[in-house]
Every structure is written in structure tokens, then in C-alpha cells.
């Protein structure tokens, strides 16, 4: 059974850095994808940021330069560093992963088969 279990959100002031971490558990498959979503109350769910194993890396557009996702293989933990926080970024934060090497779709919550339960991450202006 895959689980994901995310740590790391707090409440912080703009300009702050956190960084979230998501540890992966009973994942056995030799490919994935994995991603960081966020979600507002009444919006959609937002691909944050997304990895696979063949090295693709993509970011949203609003937090290029300012957010970076990597991965501990050895931990089997996916992190997102996240600097100069702004207060849009407030959200609920998930960690997801599937075992296709998406690309196109990569930050498109709909092709994910595992989530995390969330970290709430709050930034105030």
C-alpha cells in the first residue's frame, strides 16, 4: 500500500522560506512522477511543482525562481523548498506521485493515483 505523508507547512510572514518534505512508503514501482500540488478552499487544485524518473523537472510559473523541488531517493522523501514566500502562496500543500513518467501532464492532478493528506502552508503580508 503507497503512502504519502507530508510535514513541513506553517504559518510564516512574507519573504520567509519553508521547505516541505514528503515521505514515500510502499512505492515499488521503477517509475514515477511526483509532484507538489496546492489548493485554496472553493479553487481548484494547482500543480506546484513535478519531477520524474527519467530527470524531467517542471515548475508553474508563479513560483519559478523562487521555489525548488528535489528528492532524497535514499530517504525516499520528495521535498519543496520554498523561498520568498508570498501571500498567494497561501495554500494547502500535497505531495502526489503515480507511476507513469509523465510529461505533459506532469503538473495535472487528475493522472495521479497517490496523495499525500496535506501541510497547510500560510503566508502573511
Known amino acids: 500500500q503507497v503512502q504519502l505523508v507530508e510535514s513541513g507547512g506553517d504559518s510564516v510572514q512574507a519573504g520567509g522560506s519553508l521547505r516541505l518534505s514528503c515521505v514515500v512508503s510502499?512505492?515499488?514501482?521503477?517509475?514515477?512522477?511526483m509532484a507538489w500540488f496546492r489548493q485554496d478552499p472553493g479553487k481548484e487544485r494547482e500543480g506546484v511543482a513535478g519531477?520524474?524518473?527519467?530527470?524531467?523537472?517542471m515548475y508553474t510559473d508563479s513560483v519559478k525562481g523562487r521555489f525548488t523541488i528535489s528528492q532524497d531517493t535514499a530517504k525516499n522523501t520528495l521535498y519543496l523548498q520554498m523561498n520568498t514566500l508570498k501571500p498567494a502562496d497561501t495554500a494547502m500543500y500535497y505531495c502526489?506521485?503515480?507511476?507513469?513518467?509523465?510529461?505533459?501532464?506532469?503538473?495535472?492532478?487528475?493522472?495521479?493515483?497517490?496523495w499525500g493528506q496535506g501541510t497547510q502552508v500560510t503566508v502573511s503580508s
Open positions: 502526489a506521485a503515480d507511476q507513469a513518467r509523465w510529461v505533459k501532464f506532469l503538473l495535472s492532478p487528475q493522472k495521479y493515483h497517490y
Open positions: 510502499g512505492y515499488s514501482y521503477g517509475t514515477y512522477s
Open positions: 519531477l520524474n524518473s527519467d530527470g524531467t523537472v
